[in-house]
T-cell receptor, first 110, second 112 residues
Framework: SQTIHQWPATLVQPVGSPLSLECTVE??????LYWYRQAAGRGLQLLFY??????ISSEVPQNLSASRPQDRQFILSSKKLLLSDSGFYLC?????????FGSGTRLTVV | GDSVTQMEGPVTLSEEAFLTINCTYT??????LFWYVQYPGEGLQLLLK?????DKGSNKGFEATYRKETTSFHLEKGSVQVSDSAVYFC???????????FGAGTRLAVHP
């Protein structure tokens, strides 16, 4: 079956600590993958997208980076978290009829 | 650039009331249009879509019609239920790589 997995579900990290969020897709090959962030009470902001291994496009300058080490794996990282990095992070898989979203990671930076 | 504008929430309705959530867009070319729903603590789910002018997307009693002349894609439901309480996002897909551009979201609260 075709599914998308995202973890962890929740994360509380101190300012200045590193971050790694992982997203994997099953049941397909060469998917288009996306990272979005939803700040509290706000809409979704596209952070990164990838159309293949090692191919990353950044939509906004920020404290985050993304990598795609394998065809069905998409990772969101930071070397040093800021308070402003708090939010709900969503991974998405672009399919012909629309996106399929992961269940999200709620990140709180304290 | 391309953008989506939604009516601000929250929208508060009684059960069985009629729902309209307005959505307008700005885009070059001919985008596909979507409505997504986000239930509390969850990711987003595709509710409905339309890919060309005058198309009507529908699902679970919700409908939206792609109006090119007014650049709109308003979401409607004839009789809402408490279980419809969620945040609704309008979105468009245009250009390469299927990038979706979202509106700010509209929170709907339905009371018994």
């Amino acid at each position: 079956s075709q599914t998308i997995h995202q973890w962890p579900a929740t994360l509380v990290q101190p300012v200045g600590s590193p971050l790694s969020l992982e997203c994997t897709v099953e049941g397909t090959s060469n998917p288009n993958l996306y990272w979005y962030r939803q700040a509290a009470g706000r809409g979704l902001q596209l952070l990164f997208y990838s159309v293949g291994i090692g191919q990353i496009s950044s939509e906004v300058p920020q404290n985050l980076s993304a990598s795609r080490p394998q065809d069905r794996q998409f990772i969101l990282s930071s070397k040093k978290l800021l308070l402003s990095d708090s939010g709900f992070y969503l991974c998405a898989w672009g399919r012909p009829y629309g996106y399929t979203f992961g269940s999200g990671t709620r990140l709180t930076v304290v | 650039g391309d953008s989506v504008t939604q009516m601000e929430g929250p929208v508060t309705l009684s059960e069985e009331a009629f729902l309209t959530i307005n959505c307008t867009y700005t885009a070059t070319g001919y985008p596909s249009l979507f409505w997504y729903v986000q239930y509390p603590g969850e990711g987003l789910q595709l509710l409905l879509k339309a890919t060309k002018a005058d198309d009507k997307g529908s699902n679970k009693g919700f409908e939206a019609t792609y109006r090119k002349e007014t650049t709109s894609f308003h979401l409607e439901k004839g009789s809402v239920q408490v279980s419809d309480s969620a945040v609704y996002f309008c979105a468009l897909s245009a250009g390469g790589y299927n990038k979706l551009i979202f509106g700010a979201g509209t929170r709907l609260a339905v009371h018994p």
